[in-house]
Structure formats: structure tokens, C-alpha cells
């Protein structure tokens, strides 16, 4: 049965100008016709139904988050993103988190790597109808190498079977446990492809992880599988090795210099910055008890990631909106719009520019083909917005403005979830966070 979203101002996500909305038909899930523009206006067919009477609103595609992790369950640290929390808990608990992100206006999402099969579990469970949730595109845990992220434990401890990470000792380990992820379901496969930050390379940046022709092994073997692969590669050296390898989409790439930012935008493979993260802990780390030292440096990285992404930005790399949610600082259903507010305040872009950032583009990593846009075939994913986007791009971010979402032609129930209780069990098991040394413990009674 057709319905119709009626007035307002329409942005379809493919970077067109805003145009005045006369009507949009929903037809099923998917958008039939759409009449909007200065042109002549058809009128609707007689008897029709109005799902939804836009004036003064803005419509436009639901957010796609090119980077979100269900498995982690707003993880404080490392120790509750890879140890604590059983399998069958974390994918219960990513049910609930899917419906905070699809109420944050976010129809469709990446999962770039977590724990156990998690993201893939969410995603099947969303999909058969059992819970509500977005669209969601999954990896499994990420490809790694001894220097890689992921790898976070000393030798002596090892790989957890638990954490994100797996651990691939050379081409053959790599190429089974692409086939093996593949066997349980994953859409493309994750590359931990630069390291933990505490090894450095001598210009800044992780240490490339993996070699080009390791990083290469995987991706010939995923592709000759029908599947894709992106990767965790902040360092040039690292995203030079990506491109090399043949990747389709690259996380973070934030200290590149130029001439490897060249090459990028040459390459024609899309980037996905996740400034969120680093400016909510640079800007905000505080109020969530981060570290001083932790802000610094986020604060350092940050600056070199706006300097870095903007000069990538204007020669050429196309970039997508994503967030690293599912950390204590970007919870589920809070941030997904920031990237888009970053990507204007940071990097430069219009607000137009940057919607098609967090719809059209960010949507090649989940399904292109059928998101991302409002045009006809298309799956019906949109927002309908109270106010101007274009006038005030943070507008995104307050969930009183999402007048309506509509997944697949139907809309969204907004009630809010009852918070989430955390069990003792999810904690890590630090006891303080700073020393309570004889001259502090003065200190701090003098300030008293
Ligand atoms: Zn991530």
C-alpha cells in the first residue's frame, strides 16, 4: 500500500541542493516517486494517504554510521572490551544498543570488528524481525599481527579468544580466518593494520602492522570470496600499504602527509576519519574522568588529524561519517551526528556536504545500492527533521528534532529504552586512577 510523505524541504543525500518537497511515496519499503523542486507540481493521486505532513521540516535520508562497534556495550577500557562479558550477554545487550542507535536517527551502520560474532548475531536477529534496529553491515574480530591494535595483552598473557583481535601468524593463517569469518557470516573482513599507539613510528603515527603483501593475501582472498575489507590504519605508511593491497575503505588515516594523501585521493578509495572519538575525549574527556595525559594527546592527535584530513579532504579523498560508538565515550544513540558538526567545524565542508558524508557516502559500507539516498527504489530510510540542517548542522544531534524516522516505509517507535543497568562483573578491575601518594593526599586536604 502507497503512502506519502508530504512538503517541506527535501535533501536526498546525493549533494543536490535542498529543493522544496511537494510529495515522496512510499511504496512498500521502498520510495516510489518523488515529486519536489521549482518544476511543475503533479498532483497527488486522488484518496491518497498522507503518512506524514512534512511543512516546515526538513526530509532526508536516515544517518548511516560508517563505524559503529555493537559488541563493545560502551566498554570504560580495554579489559571490558576484550575480557569481561560473556558472548551470549554481549549480543543480547547489542540488541538493545542496535534500537538506541536506530532512535538517534542512524537507519543503517558498519560494524568494523568486535568480539566473537556478535555484530553478526545483532545484525541477523534485526533482520529476521525480532528486535528493531538499523540496517547493519558486519565484521568479526579484527586481523592482526603481534604489533597491531588489538593485540593488547603482553606475550605472556596472549590473545584473548574473547577480545577483538585474532591473531594471524603469516598467509596462511590469514587466508583461513578470512574463510572461517566468511563461513560464519560476516560481510567484509577487518584489518588491524596499524599498531597500539605506544610503539611510534619516527614521523608519528602507529607502526604499520601488516606488510602490503600480507595485507594483500587477505584482500585477494576475501574479494575471491565476494566480500570486502577495510582496516584500522592511522600511520601513511600504513594507508600506502592499504592502497597497495587493493582495500576498500580505510578507518581513521589521520597522519598521512600530503603526498601520501595524494595518492590516496588518486586511488579513489574512501576514508572514514572517526574524529568523534578523538574530539570527545580531547573536548569532553574530563567530564568522563579521562586522564589529563590522555586529553593531551588526544588533543595532539586531534590537531594533526583536522590538519592532515583537511588538506586530504580538498585534493580529493572522498570521506564518510563515522563515530567509533560503543565506547563509554561515544555511547550508543549519542554521537552519530557529531561527525557530521566535526567534518564542518574541522575539516571545512558545507553542512550540505557533510550530510552526503554521513548518507550517500558513509553508505558504501553497508549497502549503496539500495541507502543512503532518497530516490526512487531505494529502501524508504529518512528522517524528518524539525528545522534546517543546512542553517545549523548540530541540529542532527538533539533527538527532540527527530520528528520521524522511517525505516524501510514504516516509522520508527521513539520512545525512549529504559536505561541500561551495568552489572560489577562489566568492570575492569582497577582499583584507582592516580596514585595516592603522601604529597597528593596533602594536597588535597590544604584545598579543602
Ligand atoms: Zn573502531
Given at each position: 500500500m502507497k503512502s506519502y510523505v508530504t512538503n517541506g524541504m527535501l535533501i536526498d543525500g546525493t549533494g543536490a541542493p535542498a529543493r522544496p518537497l511537494h510529495w515522496l511515496e512510499l511504496d512498500g519499503e521502498r520510495i516510489g516517486e518523488i515529486c519536489a523542486g521549482d518544476g511543475p507540481v503533479k498532483p497527488l493521486p486522488p484518496g491518497a494517504r498522507i503518512a506524514c505532513d512534512a511543512s516546515g521540516r526538513t526530509v532526508m535520508p536516515g544517518l548511516v554510521d560508517a563505524?559503529?562497534?555493537?559488541?563493545?556495550?560502551?566498554?570504560?577500557g580495554i579489559e571490558e572490551q576484550d575480557l569481561f562479558g560473556s558472548a551470549e550477554y554481549r549480543a543480547i545487550r547489542g540488541v538493545y544498543h542496535a534500537r538506541t542507535v536506530l532512535q538517534a536517527g542512524v537507519t543503517s551502520f558498519s560494524d568494523p570488528g568486535g568480539s566473537w560474532y556478535v555484530g553478526v548475531a545483532v545484525r541477523d536477529a534485526v533482520k529476521a524481525g525480532l528486535f528493531p534496529g538499523p540496517r547493519i553491515s558486519a565484521a568479526a574480530r579484527y586481523l592482526s599481527t603481534h604489533v597491531s591494535l588489538t593485540d593488547y595483552f603482553p606475550s605472556w598473557v596472549g590473545t584473548p579468544r574473547s577480545g577483538v583481535g585474532v591473531l594471524t601468524e603469516g598467509a596462511s593463517q590469514m587466508a583461513n580466518e578470512v574463510r572461517d569469518q566468511i563461513k560464519n557470516g560476516v560481510d567484509f573482513i577487518k584489518i588491524a593494520a596499524s599498531g597500539e599507539?605506544?610503539?611510534?613510528?619516527p614521523g608519528g603515527?602507529?607502526?604499520?602492522?601488516?606488510?602490503a603483501a600480507e595485507m594483500k593475501v587477505i584482500v585477494d582472498e576475501a574479494h575471491r570470496l565476494g566480500k570486502r575489507v577495510t582496516a584500522h590504519a592511522r600511520s601513511g605508511q600504513s594507508v600506502m600499504d592499504c592502497i597497495e593491497a587493493g582495500i576498500d575503505w580505510i578507518m581513521h588515516?589521520?597522519?598521512?602527509d600530503r603526498q601520501q594523501a595524494d595518492r590516496l585521493a588518486e586511488s579513489g578509495i574512501p576514508c572514514c576519519p572517526a574524529l568523534t572519538f578523538t574530539a570527545n575525549i580531547a573536548d569532553w574527556g574530563h567530564i568522563a574522568g579521562c586522564s589529563p595525559s590522555r586529553i593531551d594527546r588526544f588533543k595532539r592527535d586531534l590537531d594533526k588529524a583536522v590538519t592532515n584530513l583537511t588538506y586530504a579532504h580538498r585534493n580529493g579523498v572522498q570521506m564518510m561519517c563515522g563515530t567509533d560508538s560503543g565506547f563509554a565515550v561515544t555511547p550508543y544513540g549519542e554521537w552519530h551526528a557529531r561527525e557530521l558538526e566535526l567534518f564542518v567545524t574541522l575539516l571545512g565542508m558545507s553542512p550540505l556536504e557533510a550530510i552526503t558524508c554521513g548518507t550517500k557516502n558513509a553508505s558504501i559500507t553497508v549497502d549503496g545500492a539500495n541507502t543512503g539516498t532518497l530516490e526512487?527504489?531505494?529502501?524508504?530510510?529518512?528522517l524528518v527533521v524539525d528545522g534546517d540542517p543546512l542553517a545549523d548542522i548540530r541540529i542532527l544531534q538533539d533527538k527532540s528534532r527527530l520528528a520521524a524516522i522511517y525505516l524501510g516505509g514504516k516509522p520508527v517507535d521513539q520512545t525512549p529504552q529504559p536505561p541500561m543497568q551495568r552489572w560489577p562483573?562489566?568492570?575492569?578491575?582497577?582499583?584507582?586512577?592516580r596514585e595516592l601518594s603522601q604529597p597528593a593526599v596533602r594536597a588535597a586536604m590544604a584545598n579543602q
Open positions: 563505524h559503529c562497534h555493537i559488541s563493545y556495550g560502551v566498554a570504560r599507539s605506544s610503539i611510534l613510528t603515527g602507529s607502526v604499520p602492522a601488516f606488510g588515516a589521520d597522519f598521512m526512487k527504489g531505494k529502501f524508504a530510510d529518512l562483573w562489566e568492570r575492569s578491575l582497577q582499583i584507582s586512577e
